[in-house]
């Protein structure tokens, strides 16, 4: 089945030290890649996408992500954290082909709790 | 301001009534979505349409039912066949070009409870 998986369900940093959450997907061939994240009280809003080209993509708030496919992973990056990186982050694959029609299939998220 | 416009906010409802989520975007988007969001489990699709006048199911639609008669618009309906109704529902839209879909774009979501 297709699935896309986070593993790390709670994350609890101090301000200034680097973040890595992990993204992995179960689908071969072309893929769409997004991370998008929703700050207490707020929208979901994307932090960054890959679509083709360079596997290193730089996003929003100094975040960037690297998509390496022989590993089927999309990991999220960011050498210093801030107390503002407090929120839900979620992985998400659009991968066509594998269905009638291509769909935007979620992680089940990574609650990032930062310490001040 | 462009957008996703869901209402109601907040909905209460007896067991065994059915309830429409409304949702309306103005960013010209083709494709509408709505999914499910419950702690622990993220974003679950529930229905998506990429044209008007027609819409797939997603992981989880029963005990769902949609509609896309106008580009604009994409409601939901939680039926009494839905057995476990309470949660946040979230509707997005995006572009959709060949067989891609673009970045979503969210509303502020609904939340559903069943009393």
């Known amino acids: 089945a297709q699935s896309v998986s986070q593993h790390n369900h709670h994350v609890i940093l101090s301000e200034a030290a680097s973040l890595e959450l992990g993204c992995n997907y179960s689908?071969?061939?072309?893929?769409?890649l997004f991370w998008y994240v929703q700050y207490p009280g707020q929208h979901l809003q994307l932090l960054l996408k890959?679509?083709?080209?360079?596997?290193l993509v730089k996003g929003i708030k100094g975040f960037e992500a690297e998509f390496i496919k022989s590993k089927f992973s999309f990991n999220l990056r960011k050498p210093s954290v801030q107390w503002s990186d407090t929120a839900e982050y979620f992985c998400?694959?659009?991968?066509?082909?594998?269905?009638?029609?291509?769909?935007?299939?979620f992680g089940s998220g990574t609650r990032l709790s930062i310490r001040p | 301001d462009g957008g996703i416009t869901q209402s109601p906010k907040y909905l209460f409802r007896k067991e065994g009534q059915n309830v429409t989520l409304s949702c309306e975007q103005n960013?010209?988007?083709?494709?509408m979505y709505w999914y499910r969001q419950d702690p622990g489990q993220g974003l679950r699709l529930i229905y998506y349409?990429?044209?008007?006048?027609?819409?797939q199911k997603g992981d989880i639609a029963e005990g769902y039912s949609v509609s896309r008669e106008k580009k604009e618009s994409f409601p939901l309906t939680v039926t009494s066949a839905q057995k476990n109704p309470t949660a946040f529902y979230l509707c997005?839209?995006?572009?959709?070009?060949?067989?891609?879909?673009?970045?979503?774009?969210f509303g502020e979501g609904s939340r559903l409870t069943v009393l």
């Open positions: 349409s990429q044209i008007v006048n027609d819409f």
């Open positions: 998400a694959v659009n991968a066509p082909g594998y269905s009638s029609a291509s769909k935007i299939i």
């Open positions: 890959y679509f083709s080209g360079d596997p």
């Open positions: 689908y071969g061939g072309t893929v769409n």
């Open positions: 960013l010209n988007h083709d494709a």
């Open positions: 997005a839209s995006s572009i959709f070009s060949g067989s891609f879909h673009g970045e979503l774009f």
